[in-house]
């Protein structure tokens, strides 16, 4: 599925700002076999006084500018036209059971080894509520991409999509206590559940089609940047994407940006600005199929 | 030299160290280890009453200093004596040939492990370090993998914690390759125990510490790309518990003592934020752990670090000694493997063992742990505290093999130490007492080179635990003695261009410190005269005075001071926030000028316990201002005219005629209470100057020009703006800021104003209209060089 994705990130500061740091990541990812990107391009408004781009540790592409003082409106325009492939599920191979001594057949720190996504990350703090929930839900299942999925829709029946329930900021604890969240929270709790119980979870930023197909409802989370979760199902099968919100394992809808432990590794838009008043920000996402 | 006379010294009775415990200074046949001959000689013929003088000589030396020890009790963070125990450890120079040997082996295989795990990571690969150890560590800084340090190494400085086994070997404790600290207070404990022992020191051929830091000053100014960029010393600041050690090395060295908010990224380079814009850095000796550094892509919650400093190390455009995420090395876990990588790296087993530990990830080794666990501290894993901060364990009450194998991973058994003993005063007598090492490492272009010393931890009582100084455990001096004479060169002899190139530069922030210096003493010195004048007032006329001391008071209240207290909290929050100030840069300040400060301040505090108004305050006062003209002296006389000292006088000046200007609007106003006029003339320090210019009876108009227009009456105003517009025409041009033309502007329309003006137009109205003006100076000179 080809599709026409553009972003705009508009800040609106009550008074000028002083210099400031940036690093973006917004454009969809080259993934060989998953999405094939024919073109992308980022602007930014006001010119940045320097503008570079590395890839991260775990592979995203990052843009890093810094801004010139004096500015009170920021803006960064995303746009790309992507090719989703579609994909079939792997075979669901590994049990539970079996999952460390396979991780123990995994000797390497390379960037998408399992062994960076067991283990707690600053964002996403271990949390027994949420472990007890996972392992209720997945009573009964063994293979891991099938507790995935019965993990994912016991959240997606539990939690109620909110976006003004939480911010940026709000641990998966909270946002789970309180039953509600936007996408980022149902994918943090998720990785948390998933973590608990031994398995290897991930987080990921994205884009989700706005316009559904004929006849099919709209997704929850298409209005801004989306986030769903990656988890490890062993050797074989390797990362396989599920998104909580929407209760399903990601699709020909979904298109990646960026991947990480949590929120923190793949912030959009992460900043040191020197700021002295308020400041408002508004985000519009349209992903059209052509 | 003779052997010691058998028997031992009387100053040696009831030392008997433990069994299966090896001692400094006996060896195990119980006889007197040949390097301590001297040194025993030495104490045997001094009285012990006299020693009580001599250790009283190096604690003076310590206090002059300043040097304190921070700790964090239940009442949070106080400051303590340095706890030096005055005795140094003897080591003998082949003896430290072999820890030489080691350490430097063992700095040549952390740099490799390092390069490895910011690098290829072929130590996890081909089995040699568990992945989870490091993919789960909190101190593997992912932002760094793949950055390769400009000229390739990643370690310069490293320290390494020994300690000398019952069987006389030494082993190594834990390795320090975040930011190692201690080699300032080394050097502190160097000269304060040379001082203790000025009469045999000198000819007991100890070998120096100046060479080595010699070295490492050089070997820093080598890392340097360019030559007209400049090293400084990255310090988290004033509150760090070791931030004395950062001002002194940095004034010891002469490099400059800098914060991350000093600094910015610009175009890719590293860059300090100076009085005269920016001016590059490229070498950073950092006291700041890694995770600090760089809020943007490293901890997001840090207030210390600088946006897009790994941007700069990604450029290679600077050198961070050490590369950030080198905190990972001192990982416990790490010692169990460590062994095994050195025949894997470098084909050789450790020349130093360093403390046995069992990882409990792994079956075998948690069969071992559990098995043993009797004669192991079991501690977490990934801990990087240094091991005598943490001899504890952290074994459940409950059955431990079940616990192993519920939560083994996150645990390493370890062997408990036994440390040696070594000699420490005790009510008059040595006793033995147990301690361990700190020894230094500098990469210089030649290899490693090993302080010839080190930082030894004392403990209090006979535990191993106990050696903590937090825990009331105490430093002592290293000796390392060699059988012949020793170089005995000092930094100073090649030291004075370096500091001077260091210090021409002013960080923005250092000049802001210095300016609030200036306000705040001198708005010390302006209540405290405004205090004696109204408490003289008091004790002559009692009640009578009140209405003009009701009339002064305004001038003490906008300040937030209490007339009616006898030394009042307000003055001591005064001289507090100047404190405050001056400590933010104790790497620009003479020792001197912060004894003279702090003197002041407990001074202060005790008399305002007990002093009442009146008399009695009146004298105390006098006192307090005189010792305040002392440090005034002090910055007068002594301190060097570096731009530095151009903000102090800046703020000194500015605070003067603030003060001097509501002065006299308020006491030189006619409608102001019979005496107002002497009042002002004598709060101003200048009653003999107006009677030798005018008279014995002060007028307004006479008042208004002595102490308004006078350029040559230091207390004037006109003399400050004077002061003020000479130091601003000796600060950089800083291009392209606009505030500084806005500032000589300013400064130049309040100079035409006293031009300009007689007494009899500079009315209460006129004075506080010009007071307004004046206040924007400091403004100015916030935005044009402070920021």
Redesign the interface.
């Known amino acids: 599925m080809l599709y026409d994705i553009k972003l705009v990130i508009h800040y609106d500061y009550a008074t000028p700002a002083g210099g400031g740091r940036h690093l973006l990541r917004l454009l969809p990812a080259h993934l060989p076999g998953r999405q094939t990107v024919r073109s992308a391009a980022l602007t930014i408004t006001p010119a940045p006084a320097e503008r570079n781009n590395f890839t991260d540790f775990f592979g995203n592409a990052v843009t890093e500018l810094s801004l010139p003082p004096g500015h009170d409106k920021v803006e960064f325009i995303a746009r790309a036209v992507v090719d989703r492939h579609s994909q079939v599920l792997p075979l669901d191979d590994v049990a539970l059971a079996d999952l460390p001594a396979v991780l123990a057949e995994e000797r390497s720190i390379a960037r998408d080894m399992p062994h960076h996504f067991l283990p707690p990350s600053s964002r996403i703090p271990p949390d027994a509520a949420i472990t007890a929930f996972a392992r209720a839900a997945v009573a009964g299942q063994d293979r891991l991409m099938a507790m995935t999925e019965a993990l994912g829709r016991a959240l997606h029946t539990t939690l109620t999509f909110d976006p003004t329930a939480t911010t940026v900021d709000t641990p998966p604890s909270e946002a789970f206590a309180n039953r509600t969240g936007v996408c980022q929270d149902f994918a943090q709790i998720m990785i948390a559940g998933l973590r608990g119980m031994g398995v290897p979870a991930g987080y990921v930023s994205g884009y989700l089609r706005t316009l559904p197909p004929p006849g099919q409802p709209r997704l929850e989370g298409a209005d801004a940047m989306h986030a769903w979760v990656r988890v490890w199902a062993g050797p074989r099968a390797g990362w396989i994407d599920y998104d909580p919100t929407n209760a399903c394992f990601a699709g020909e809808d979904h298109v990646t940006v960026a991947h990480g432990r949590d929120y923190g590794d793949v912030a959009p838009v992460a900043g040191v600005l020197r700021i002295a008043g308020g400041q408002s920000s508004s985000q519009a996402v349209d992903m059209v199929a052509i | 030299m003779d052997p010691l006379p058998l028997p031992l010294p009387p100053l040696l009775a009831g030392y008997r160290p433990l069994a299966g415990v090896a001692d400094e200074l006996l060896s195990p046949d119980g006889g007197v280890r040949p390097v301590w001959e001297g040194l025993l000689n030495h104490l045997s013929v001094t009285a012990p009453e006299d020693w009580t003088q001599r250790f009283a000589r190096g604690d003076q030396y310590l206090r002059d200093q300043g040097v304190y020890l921070r700790h964090y009790g239940e009442s949070g963070p106080a400051e303590r004596e340095w706890p030096l125990s005055h005795v140094p450890v003897l080591i003998e120079e082949s003896d430290w040939g072999d820890i030489t040997r080691g350490l430097i082996q063992r700095a040549n295989l952390l740099e490799q492990v390092m390069a490895d795990l910011y690098g290829p990571?072929r130590l996890?690969?081909?089995?040699h370090l568990p992945?989870?150890l490091?993919?789960?560590n909190p101190e593997w800084l992912?932002?760094m993998?793949?950055i390769t340090p400009r000229g390739g190494h990643h370690l310069h400085f490293v320290a390494f914690e020994i300690g000398r086994g019952p069987d006389g070997r030494w082993w190594v404790l834990g390795d320090r390759t975040q930011a190692p600290s201690g080699a300032g207070f080394a050097l502190e404990n160097r000269v304060a125990t040379s001082r203790v022992f000025s009469d045999f020191y000198p000819g007991a051929h100890v070998h120096r510490l100046a060479g080595f830091f010699r070295s490492f000053r050089n070997a820093l100014m080598d890392l340097r790309a360019e030559p007209d960029s400049r090293v400084a010393i990255l310090t988290p600041g004033p509150l760090t518990d070791t931030y004395f050690e950062h001002a002194y090395i940095a004034r010891y060295l002469g490099f400059l003592l800098v914060q991350g908010e000093d600094l910015t990224?610009?175009?890719?380079r590293l860059m300090i934020r100076t009085v005269a814009g920016l001016t590059p850095v490229s070498v950073l000796w950092r006291r700041l752990d890694s995770g600090w550094a760089d809020?943007?892509?490293l901890?997001?919650a840090s207030r210390l670090g600088t946006?897009?400093m790994v941007?700069a190390l990604?450029n290679q455009t600077a050198t961070m000694v050490n590369a950030l995420g080198s905190g990972v090395l001192e990982t416990r876990a790490f010692l169990a493997f460590l062994p095994r990588i050195a025949r894997a790296l470098l084909g050789q087993d450790l020349i130093l063992p360093n403390v046995a530990t069992w990882w409990c990830g792994q079956p075998t080794e948690r069969d071992h742990v559990a098995a043993n666990s009797d004669r192991m501290f079991i501690s977490p894993a990934l801990s990087t505290r240094p091991p005598y901060e943490d001899w504890q364990d952290h074994r459940p009450t409950g059955p431990l093999p079940d616990w192993l194998d519920q939560h083994g991973a996150d645990y390493v058994g370890q062997e408990r130490v036994t440390l040696s003993t070594t000699p420490a005063f005790v009510d008059g007598r040595l006793r033995p007492r147990p301690m361990s090492l700190r020894v230094f490492l500098l990469r210089t272009s030649q290899g490693w080179e090993v302080m010839p010393g080190g930082f030894a931890r004392i403990g209090r009582g006979g535990d191993a635990g106990a050696i903590a100084m937090q825990k009331g455990g105490a430093a002592a001096d290293v000796w390392v003695v060699s059988p012949r004479p020793v170089e005995t060169a000092t930094l100073l002899a090649t030291g004075g261009d370096v500091a001077r190139r260091g210090l021409s530069v002013l960080p923005a922030r250092a000049a802001d410190n210095l300016f609030w210096l200036g306000r705040y003493v001198e708005r010390t010195e302006g209540i405290l005269r405004l205090l004696r004048a109204r408490n003289a007032r008091l004790a002559e006329s009692g009640s009578a005075a009140g209405p003009l001391l009701a009339g002064m008071d305004p001038l003490l209240t906008v300040l937030g001071v209490d007339p009616n207290e006898g030394i009042p909290q307000g003055l001591i929050q005064t001289l507090g926030a100047a404190i405050a100030s001056a400590g933010a840069v104790r790497d620009r300040f003479s020792p001197d000028g912060w004894s003279a400060l702090a003197d002041l301040d407990k001074t202060m505090r005790r008399m305002s316990q007990r002093v009442t108004v009146g008399d009695d305050a009146a004298r105390a006062i006098g006192k307090l201002l005189r010792k305040l003209t002392g440090f005034s002296g002090l910055v007068h006389e002594n301190m060097y005219r570096f731009l530095g000292w151009r903000f102090l006088k800046l703020g000194q000046h500015h605070e003067r005629a603030m003060g001097m200007t509501a002065i006299l609007a308020t006491l030189a106003d006619p409608d102001a209470p019979e005496g107002a006029l002497d009042l002002a003339v004598e709060v101003g320090d200048s009653v003999m100057t107006h009677r030798r210019r005018f008279a014995l009876v002060t007028a307004r108009d006479t008042v208004v020009e002595l102490m308004a227009l006078d350029e040559m009456n230091p207390r004037a105003v006109r003399f400050q703006l004077d002061g003020i517009r000479d130091q601003l025409s000796h600060l950089p041009g800083a291009s392209g800021r606009g505030a500084t033309i806005a500032l000589s502007r300013a400064v130049a329309a309040l100079h035409g104003q006293l031009d300009r003006t007689s007494p009899e137009a500079l009315d209460s109205a006129a004075l506080w209209a010009f007071r307004a003006e004046l206040a924007t100076v400091s403004e100015l000179v916030t935005e044009g060089y402070l920021r």
């Not at chain 2, 990224?265 to 890719?268: C, E, L, N, W």
């Open positions: 990571g996890v690969s081909d089995g992945p989870a490091v993919a789960g992912r932002p993998v793949g990224v610009q175009t890719g809020p943007l892509e901890d997001p946006p897009g941007s990604r």
